[in-house]
């Protein structure tokens, strides 16, 4: 019944206000993408992070996302105008410089508290930020404004947390959660990770499975000069069972 209700409704709309007044999320265009340059395009599904829609990076610490957000931090300073961070506390604008960042194009914002970064982020992302990276969780009555917001202005919204409450997670178009595999040493030296990054939401195309990805970290002025930071995608390694005498008799 209530099904025949909502279809009439539908329908009423339709007739007095024309045939595209109402349409289906299934029959929308995908929105258009941002193409990042790093692995995650692939995963995205539409080769690149979405335009207007709020992404998620999630894992414990130590897990790379935060390096692999400050990547993509760096490449949006040379793309878009207006670069912005919505921080919580912490946040060094000088851990740009080893991914060549532009600091011309990037705005910090200390939002020490969250209903501070939640009005912050939507207003920024009304008034057509292009990128919008968000350090921690937001209040959820907030969440409503930035999407509409974002999605009205194609900002492309990024929030890096390790673990989401469940708002957060429900407004999020595309998520990806980190697990770190192992550490990577050169030269006695700790340099980066190894993590496995999964798409565990997707709401823009469908959902792409996993990668393995090498992120090497900033090393401050001593690094030697054949390390460069970044993050690279590397195929999964495989170990083939080796066979074992049994135990039976």
Not at 69 to 89: K, M, P
Not at 109 to 116: C, D, G, H, L, T
Request: glycine share 10%.
């Amino acid at each position: 019944m209530q099904g025949q209700k909502l279809e009439l409704a539908i329908d009423s709309i339709r007739l007095r206000y024309g045939s595209q007044a109402l349409t289906r999320a299934a029959e929308l265009p995908p929105p258009q993408p941002w193409t990042s340059g790093t692995p995650i395009d692939r995963l995205t599904g539409i080769g690149g992070l979405p335009r207007g829609r709020l992404s998620l990076l999630m894992g414990t610490g130590t897990c790379g996302k935060l390096t692999l957000a400050l990547a993509l931090l760096a490449r949006a300073t040379h793309e878009f105008a207006h670069a912005i961070v919505i921080d919580r506390g912490g946040f060094d604008s000088s851990a740009l410089l080893p991914f060549s960042g532009e600091l011309g194009a990037l705005t910090v914002v200390r939002a020490p508290a969250p209903e501070i970064a939640g009005e912050a982020a939507s207003s920024l992302a009304r008034a057509g930020a292009g990128f919008l990276l968000v350090l921690g969780d937001l209040p959820e009555h907030w969440l409503g404004p930035l999407e509409s917001a974002a999605g009205r202005s194609g900002t492309v919204v990024m929030a890096v947390i390790e673990t989401p409450d469940r708002a957060l997670a429900h407004a999020s178009s595309f998520s990806l959660g980190f697990t770190r595999n192992e550490w990577v040493w050169e030269r006695g030296v700790l340099v980066g990770a190894r993590v496995s990054v999964r798409c565990t939401k997707n709401r823009v195309a469908p959902p792409l499975g996993e990668s393995e990805l090498e992120i090497r970290y900033q090393l401050g002025p001593q690094a030697p000069h054949d390390f460069t930071p970044g993050v690279t995608e590397i195929p999964f390694r495989f170990e083939e069972a080796q066979p074992r005498a049994s135990a039976a008799v």
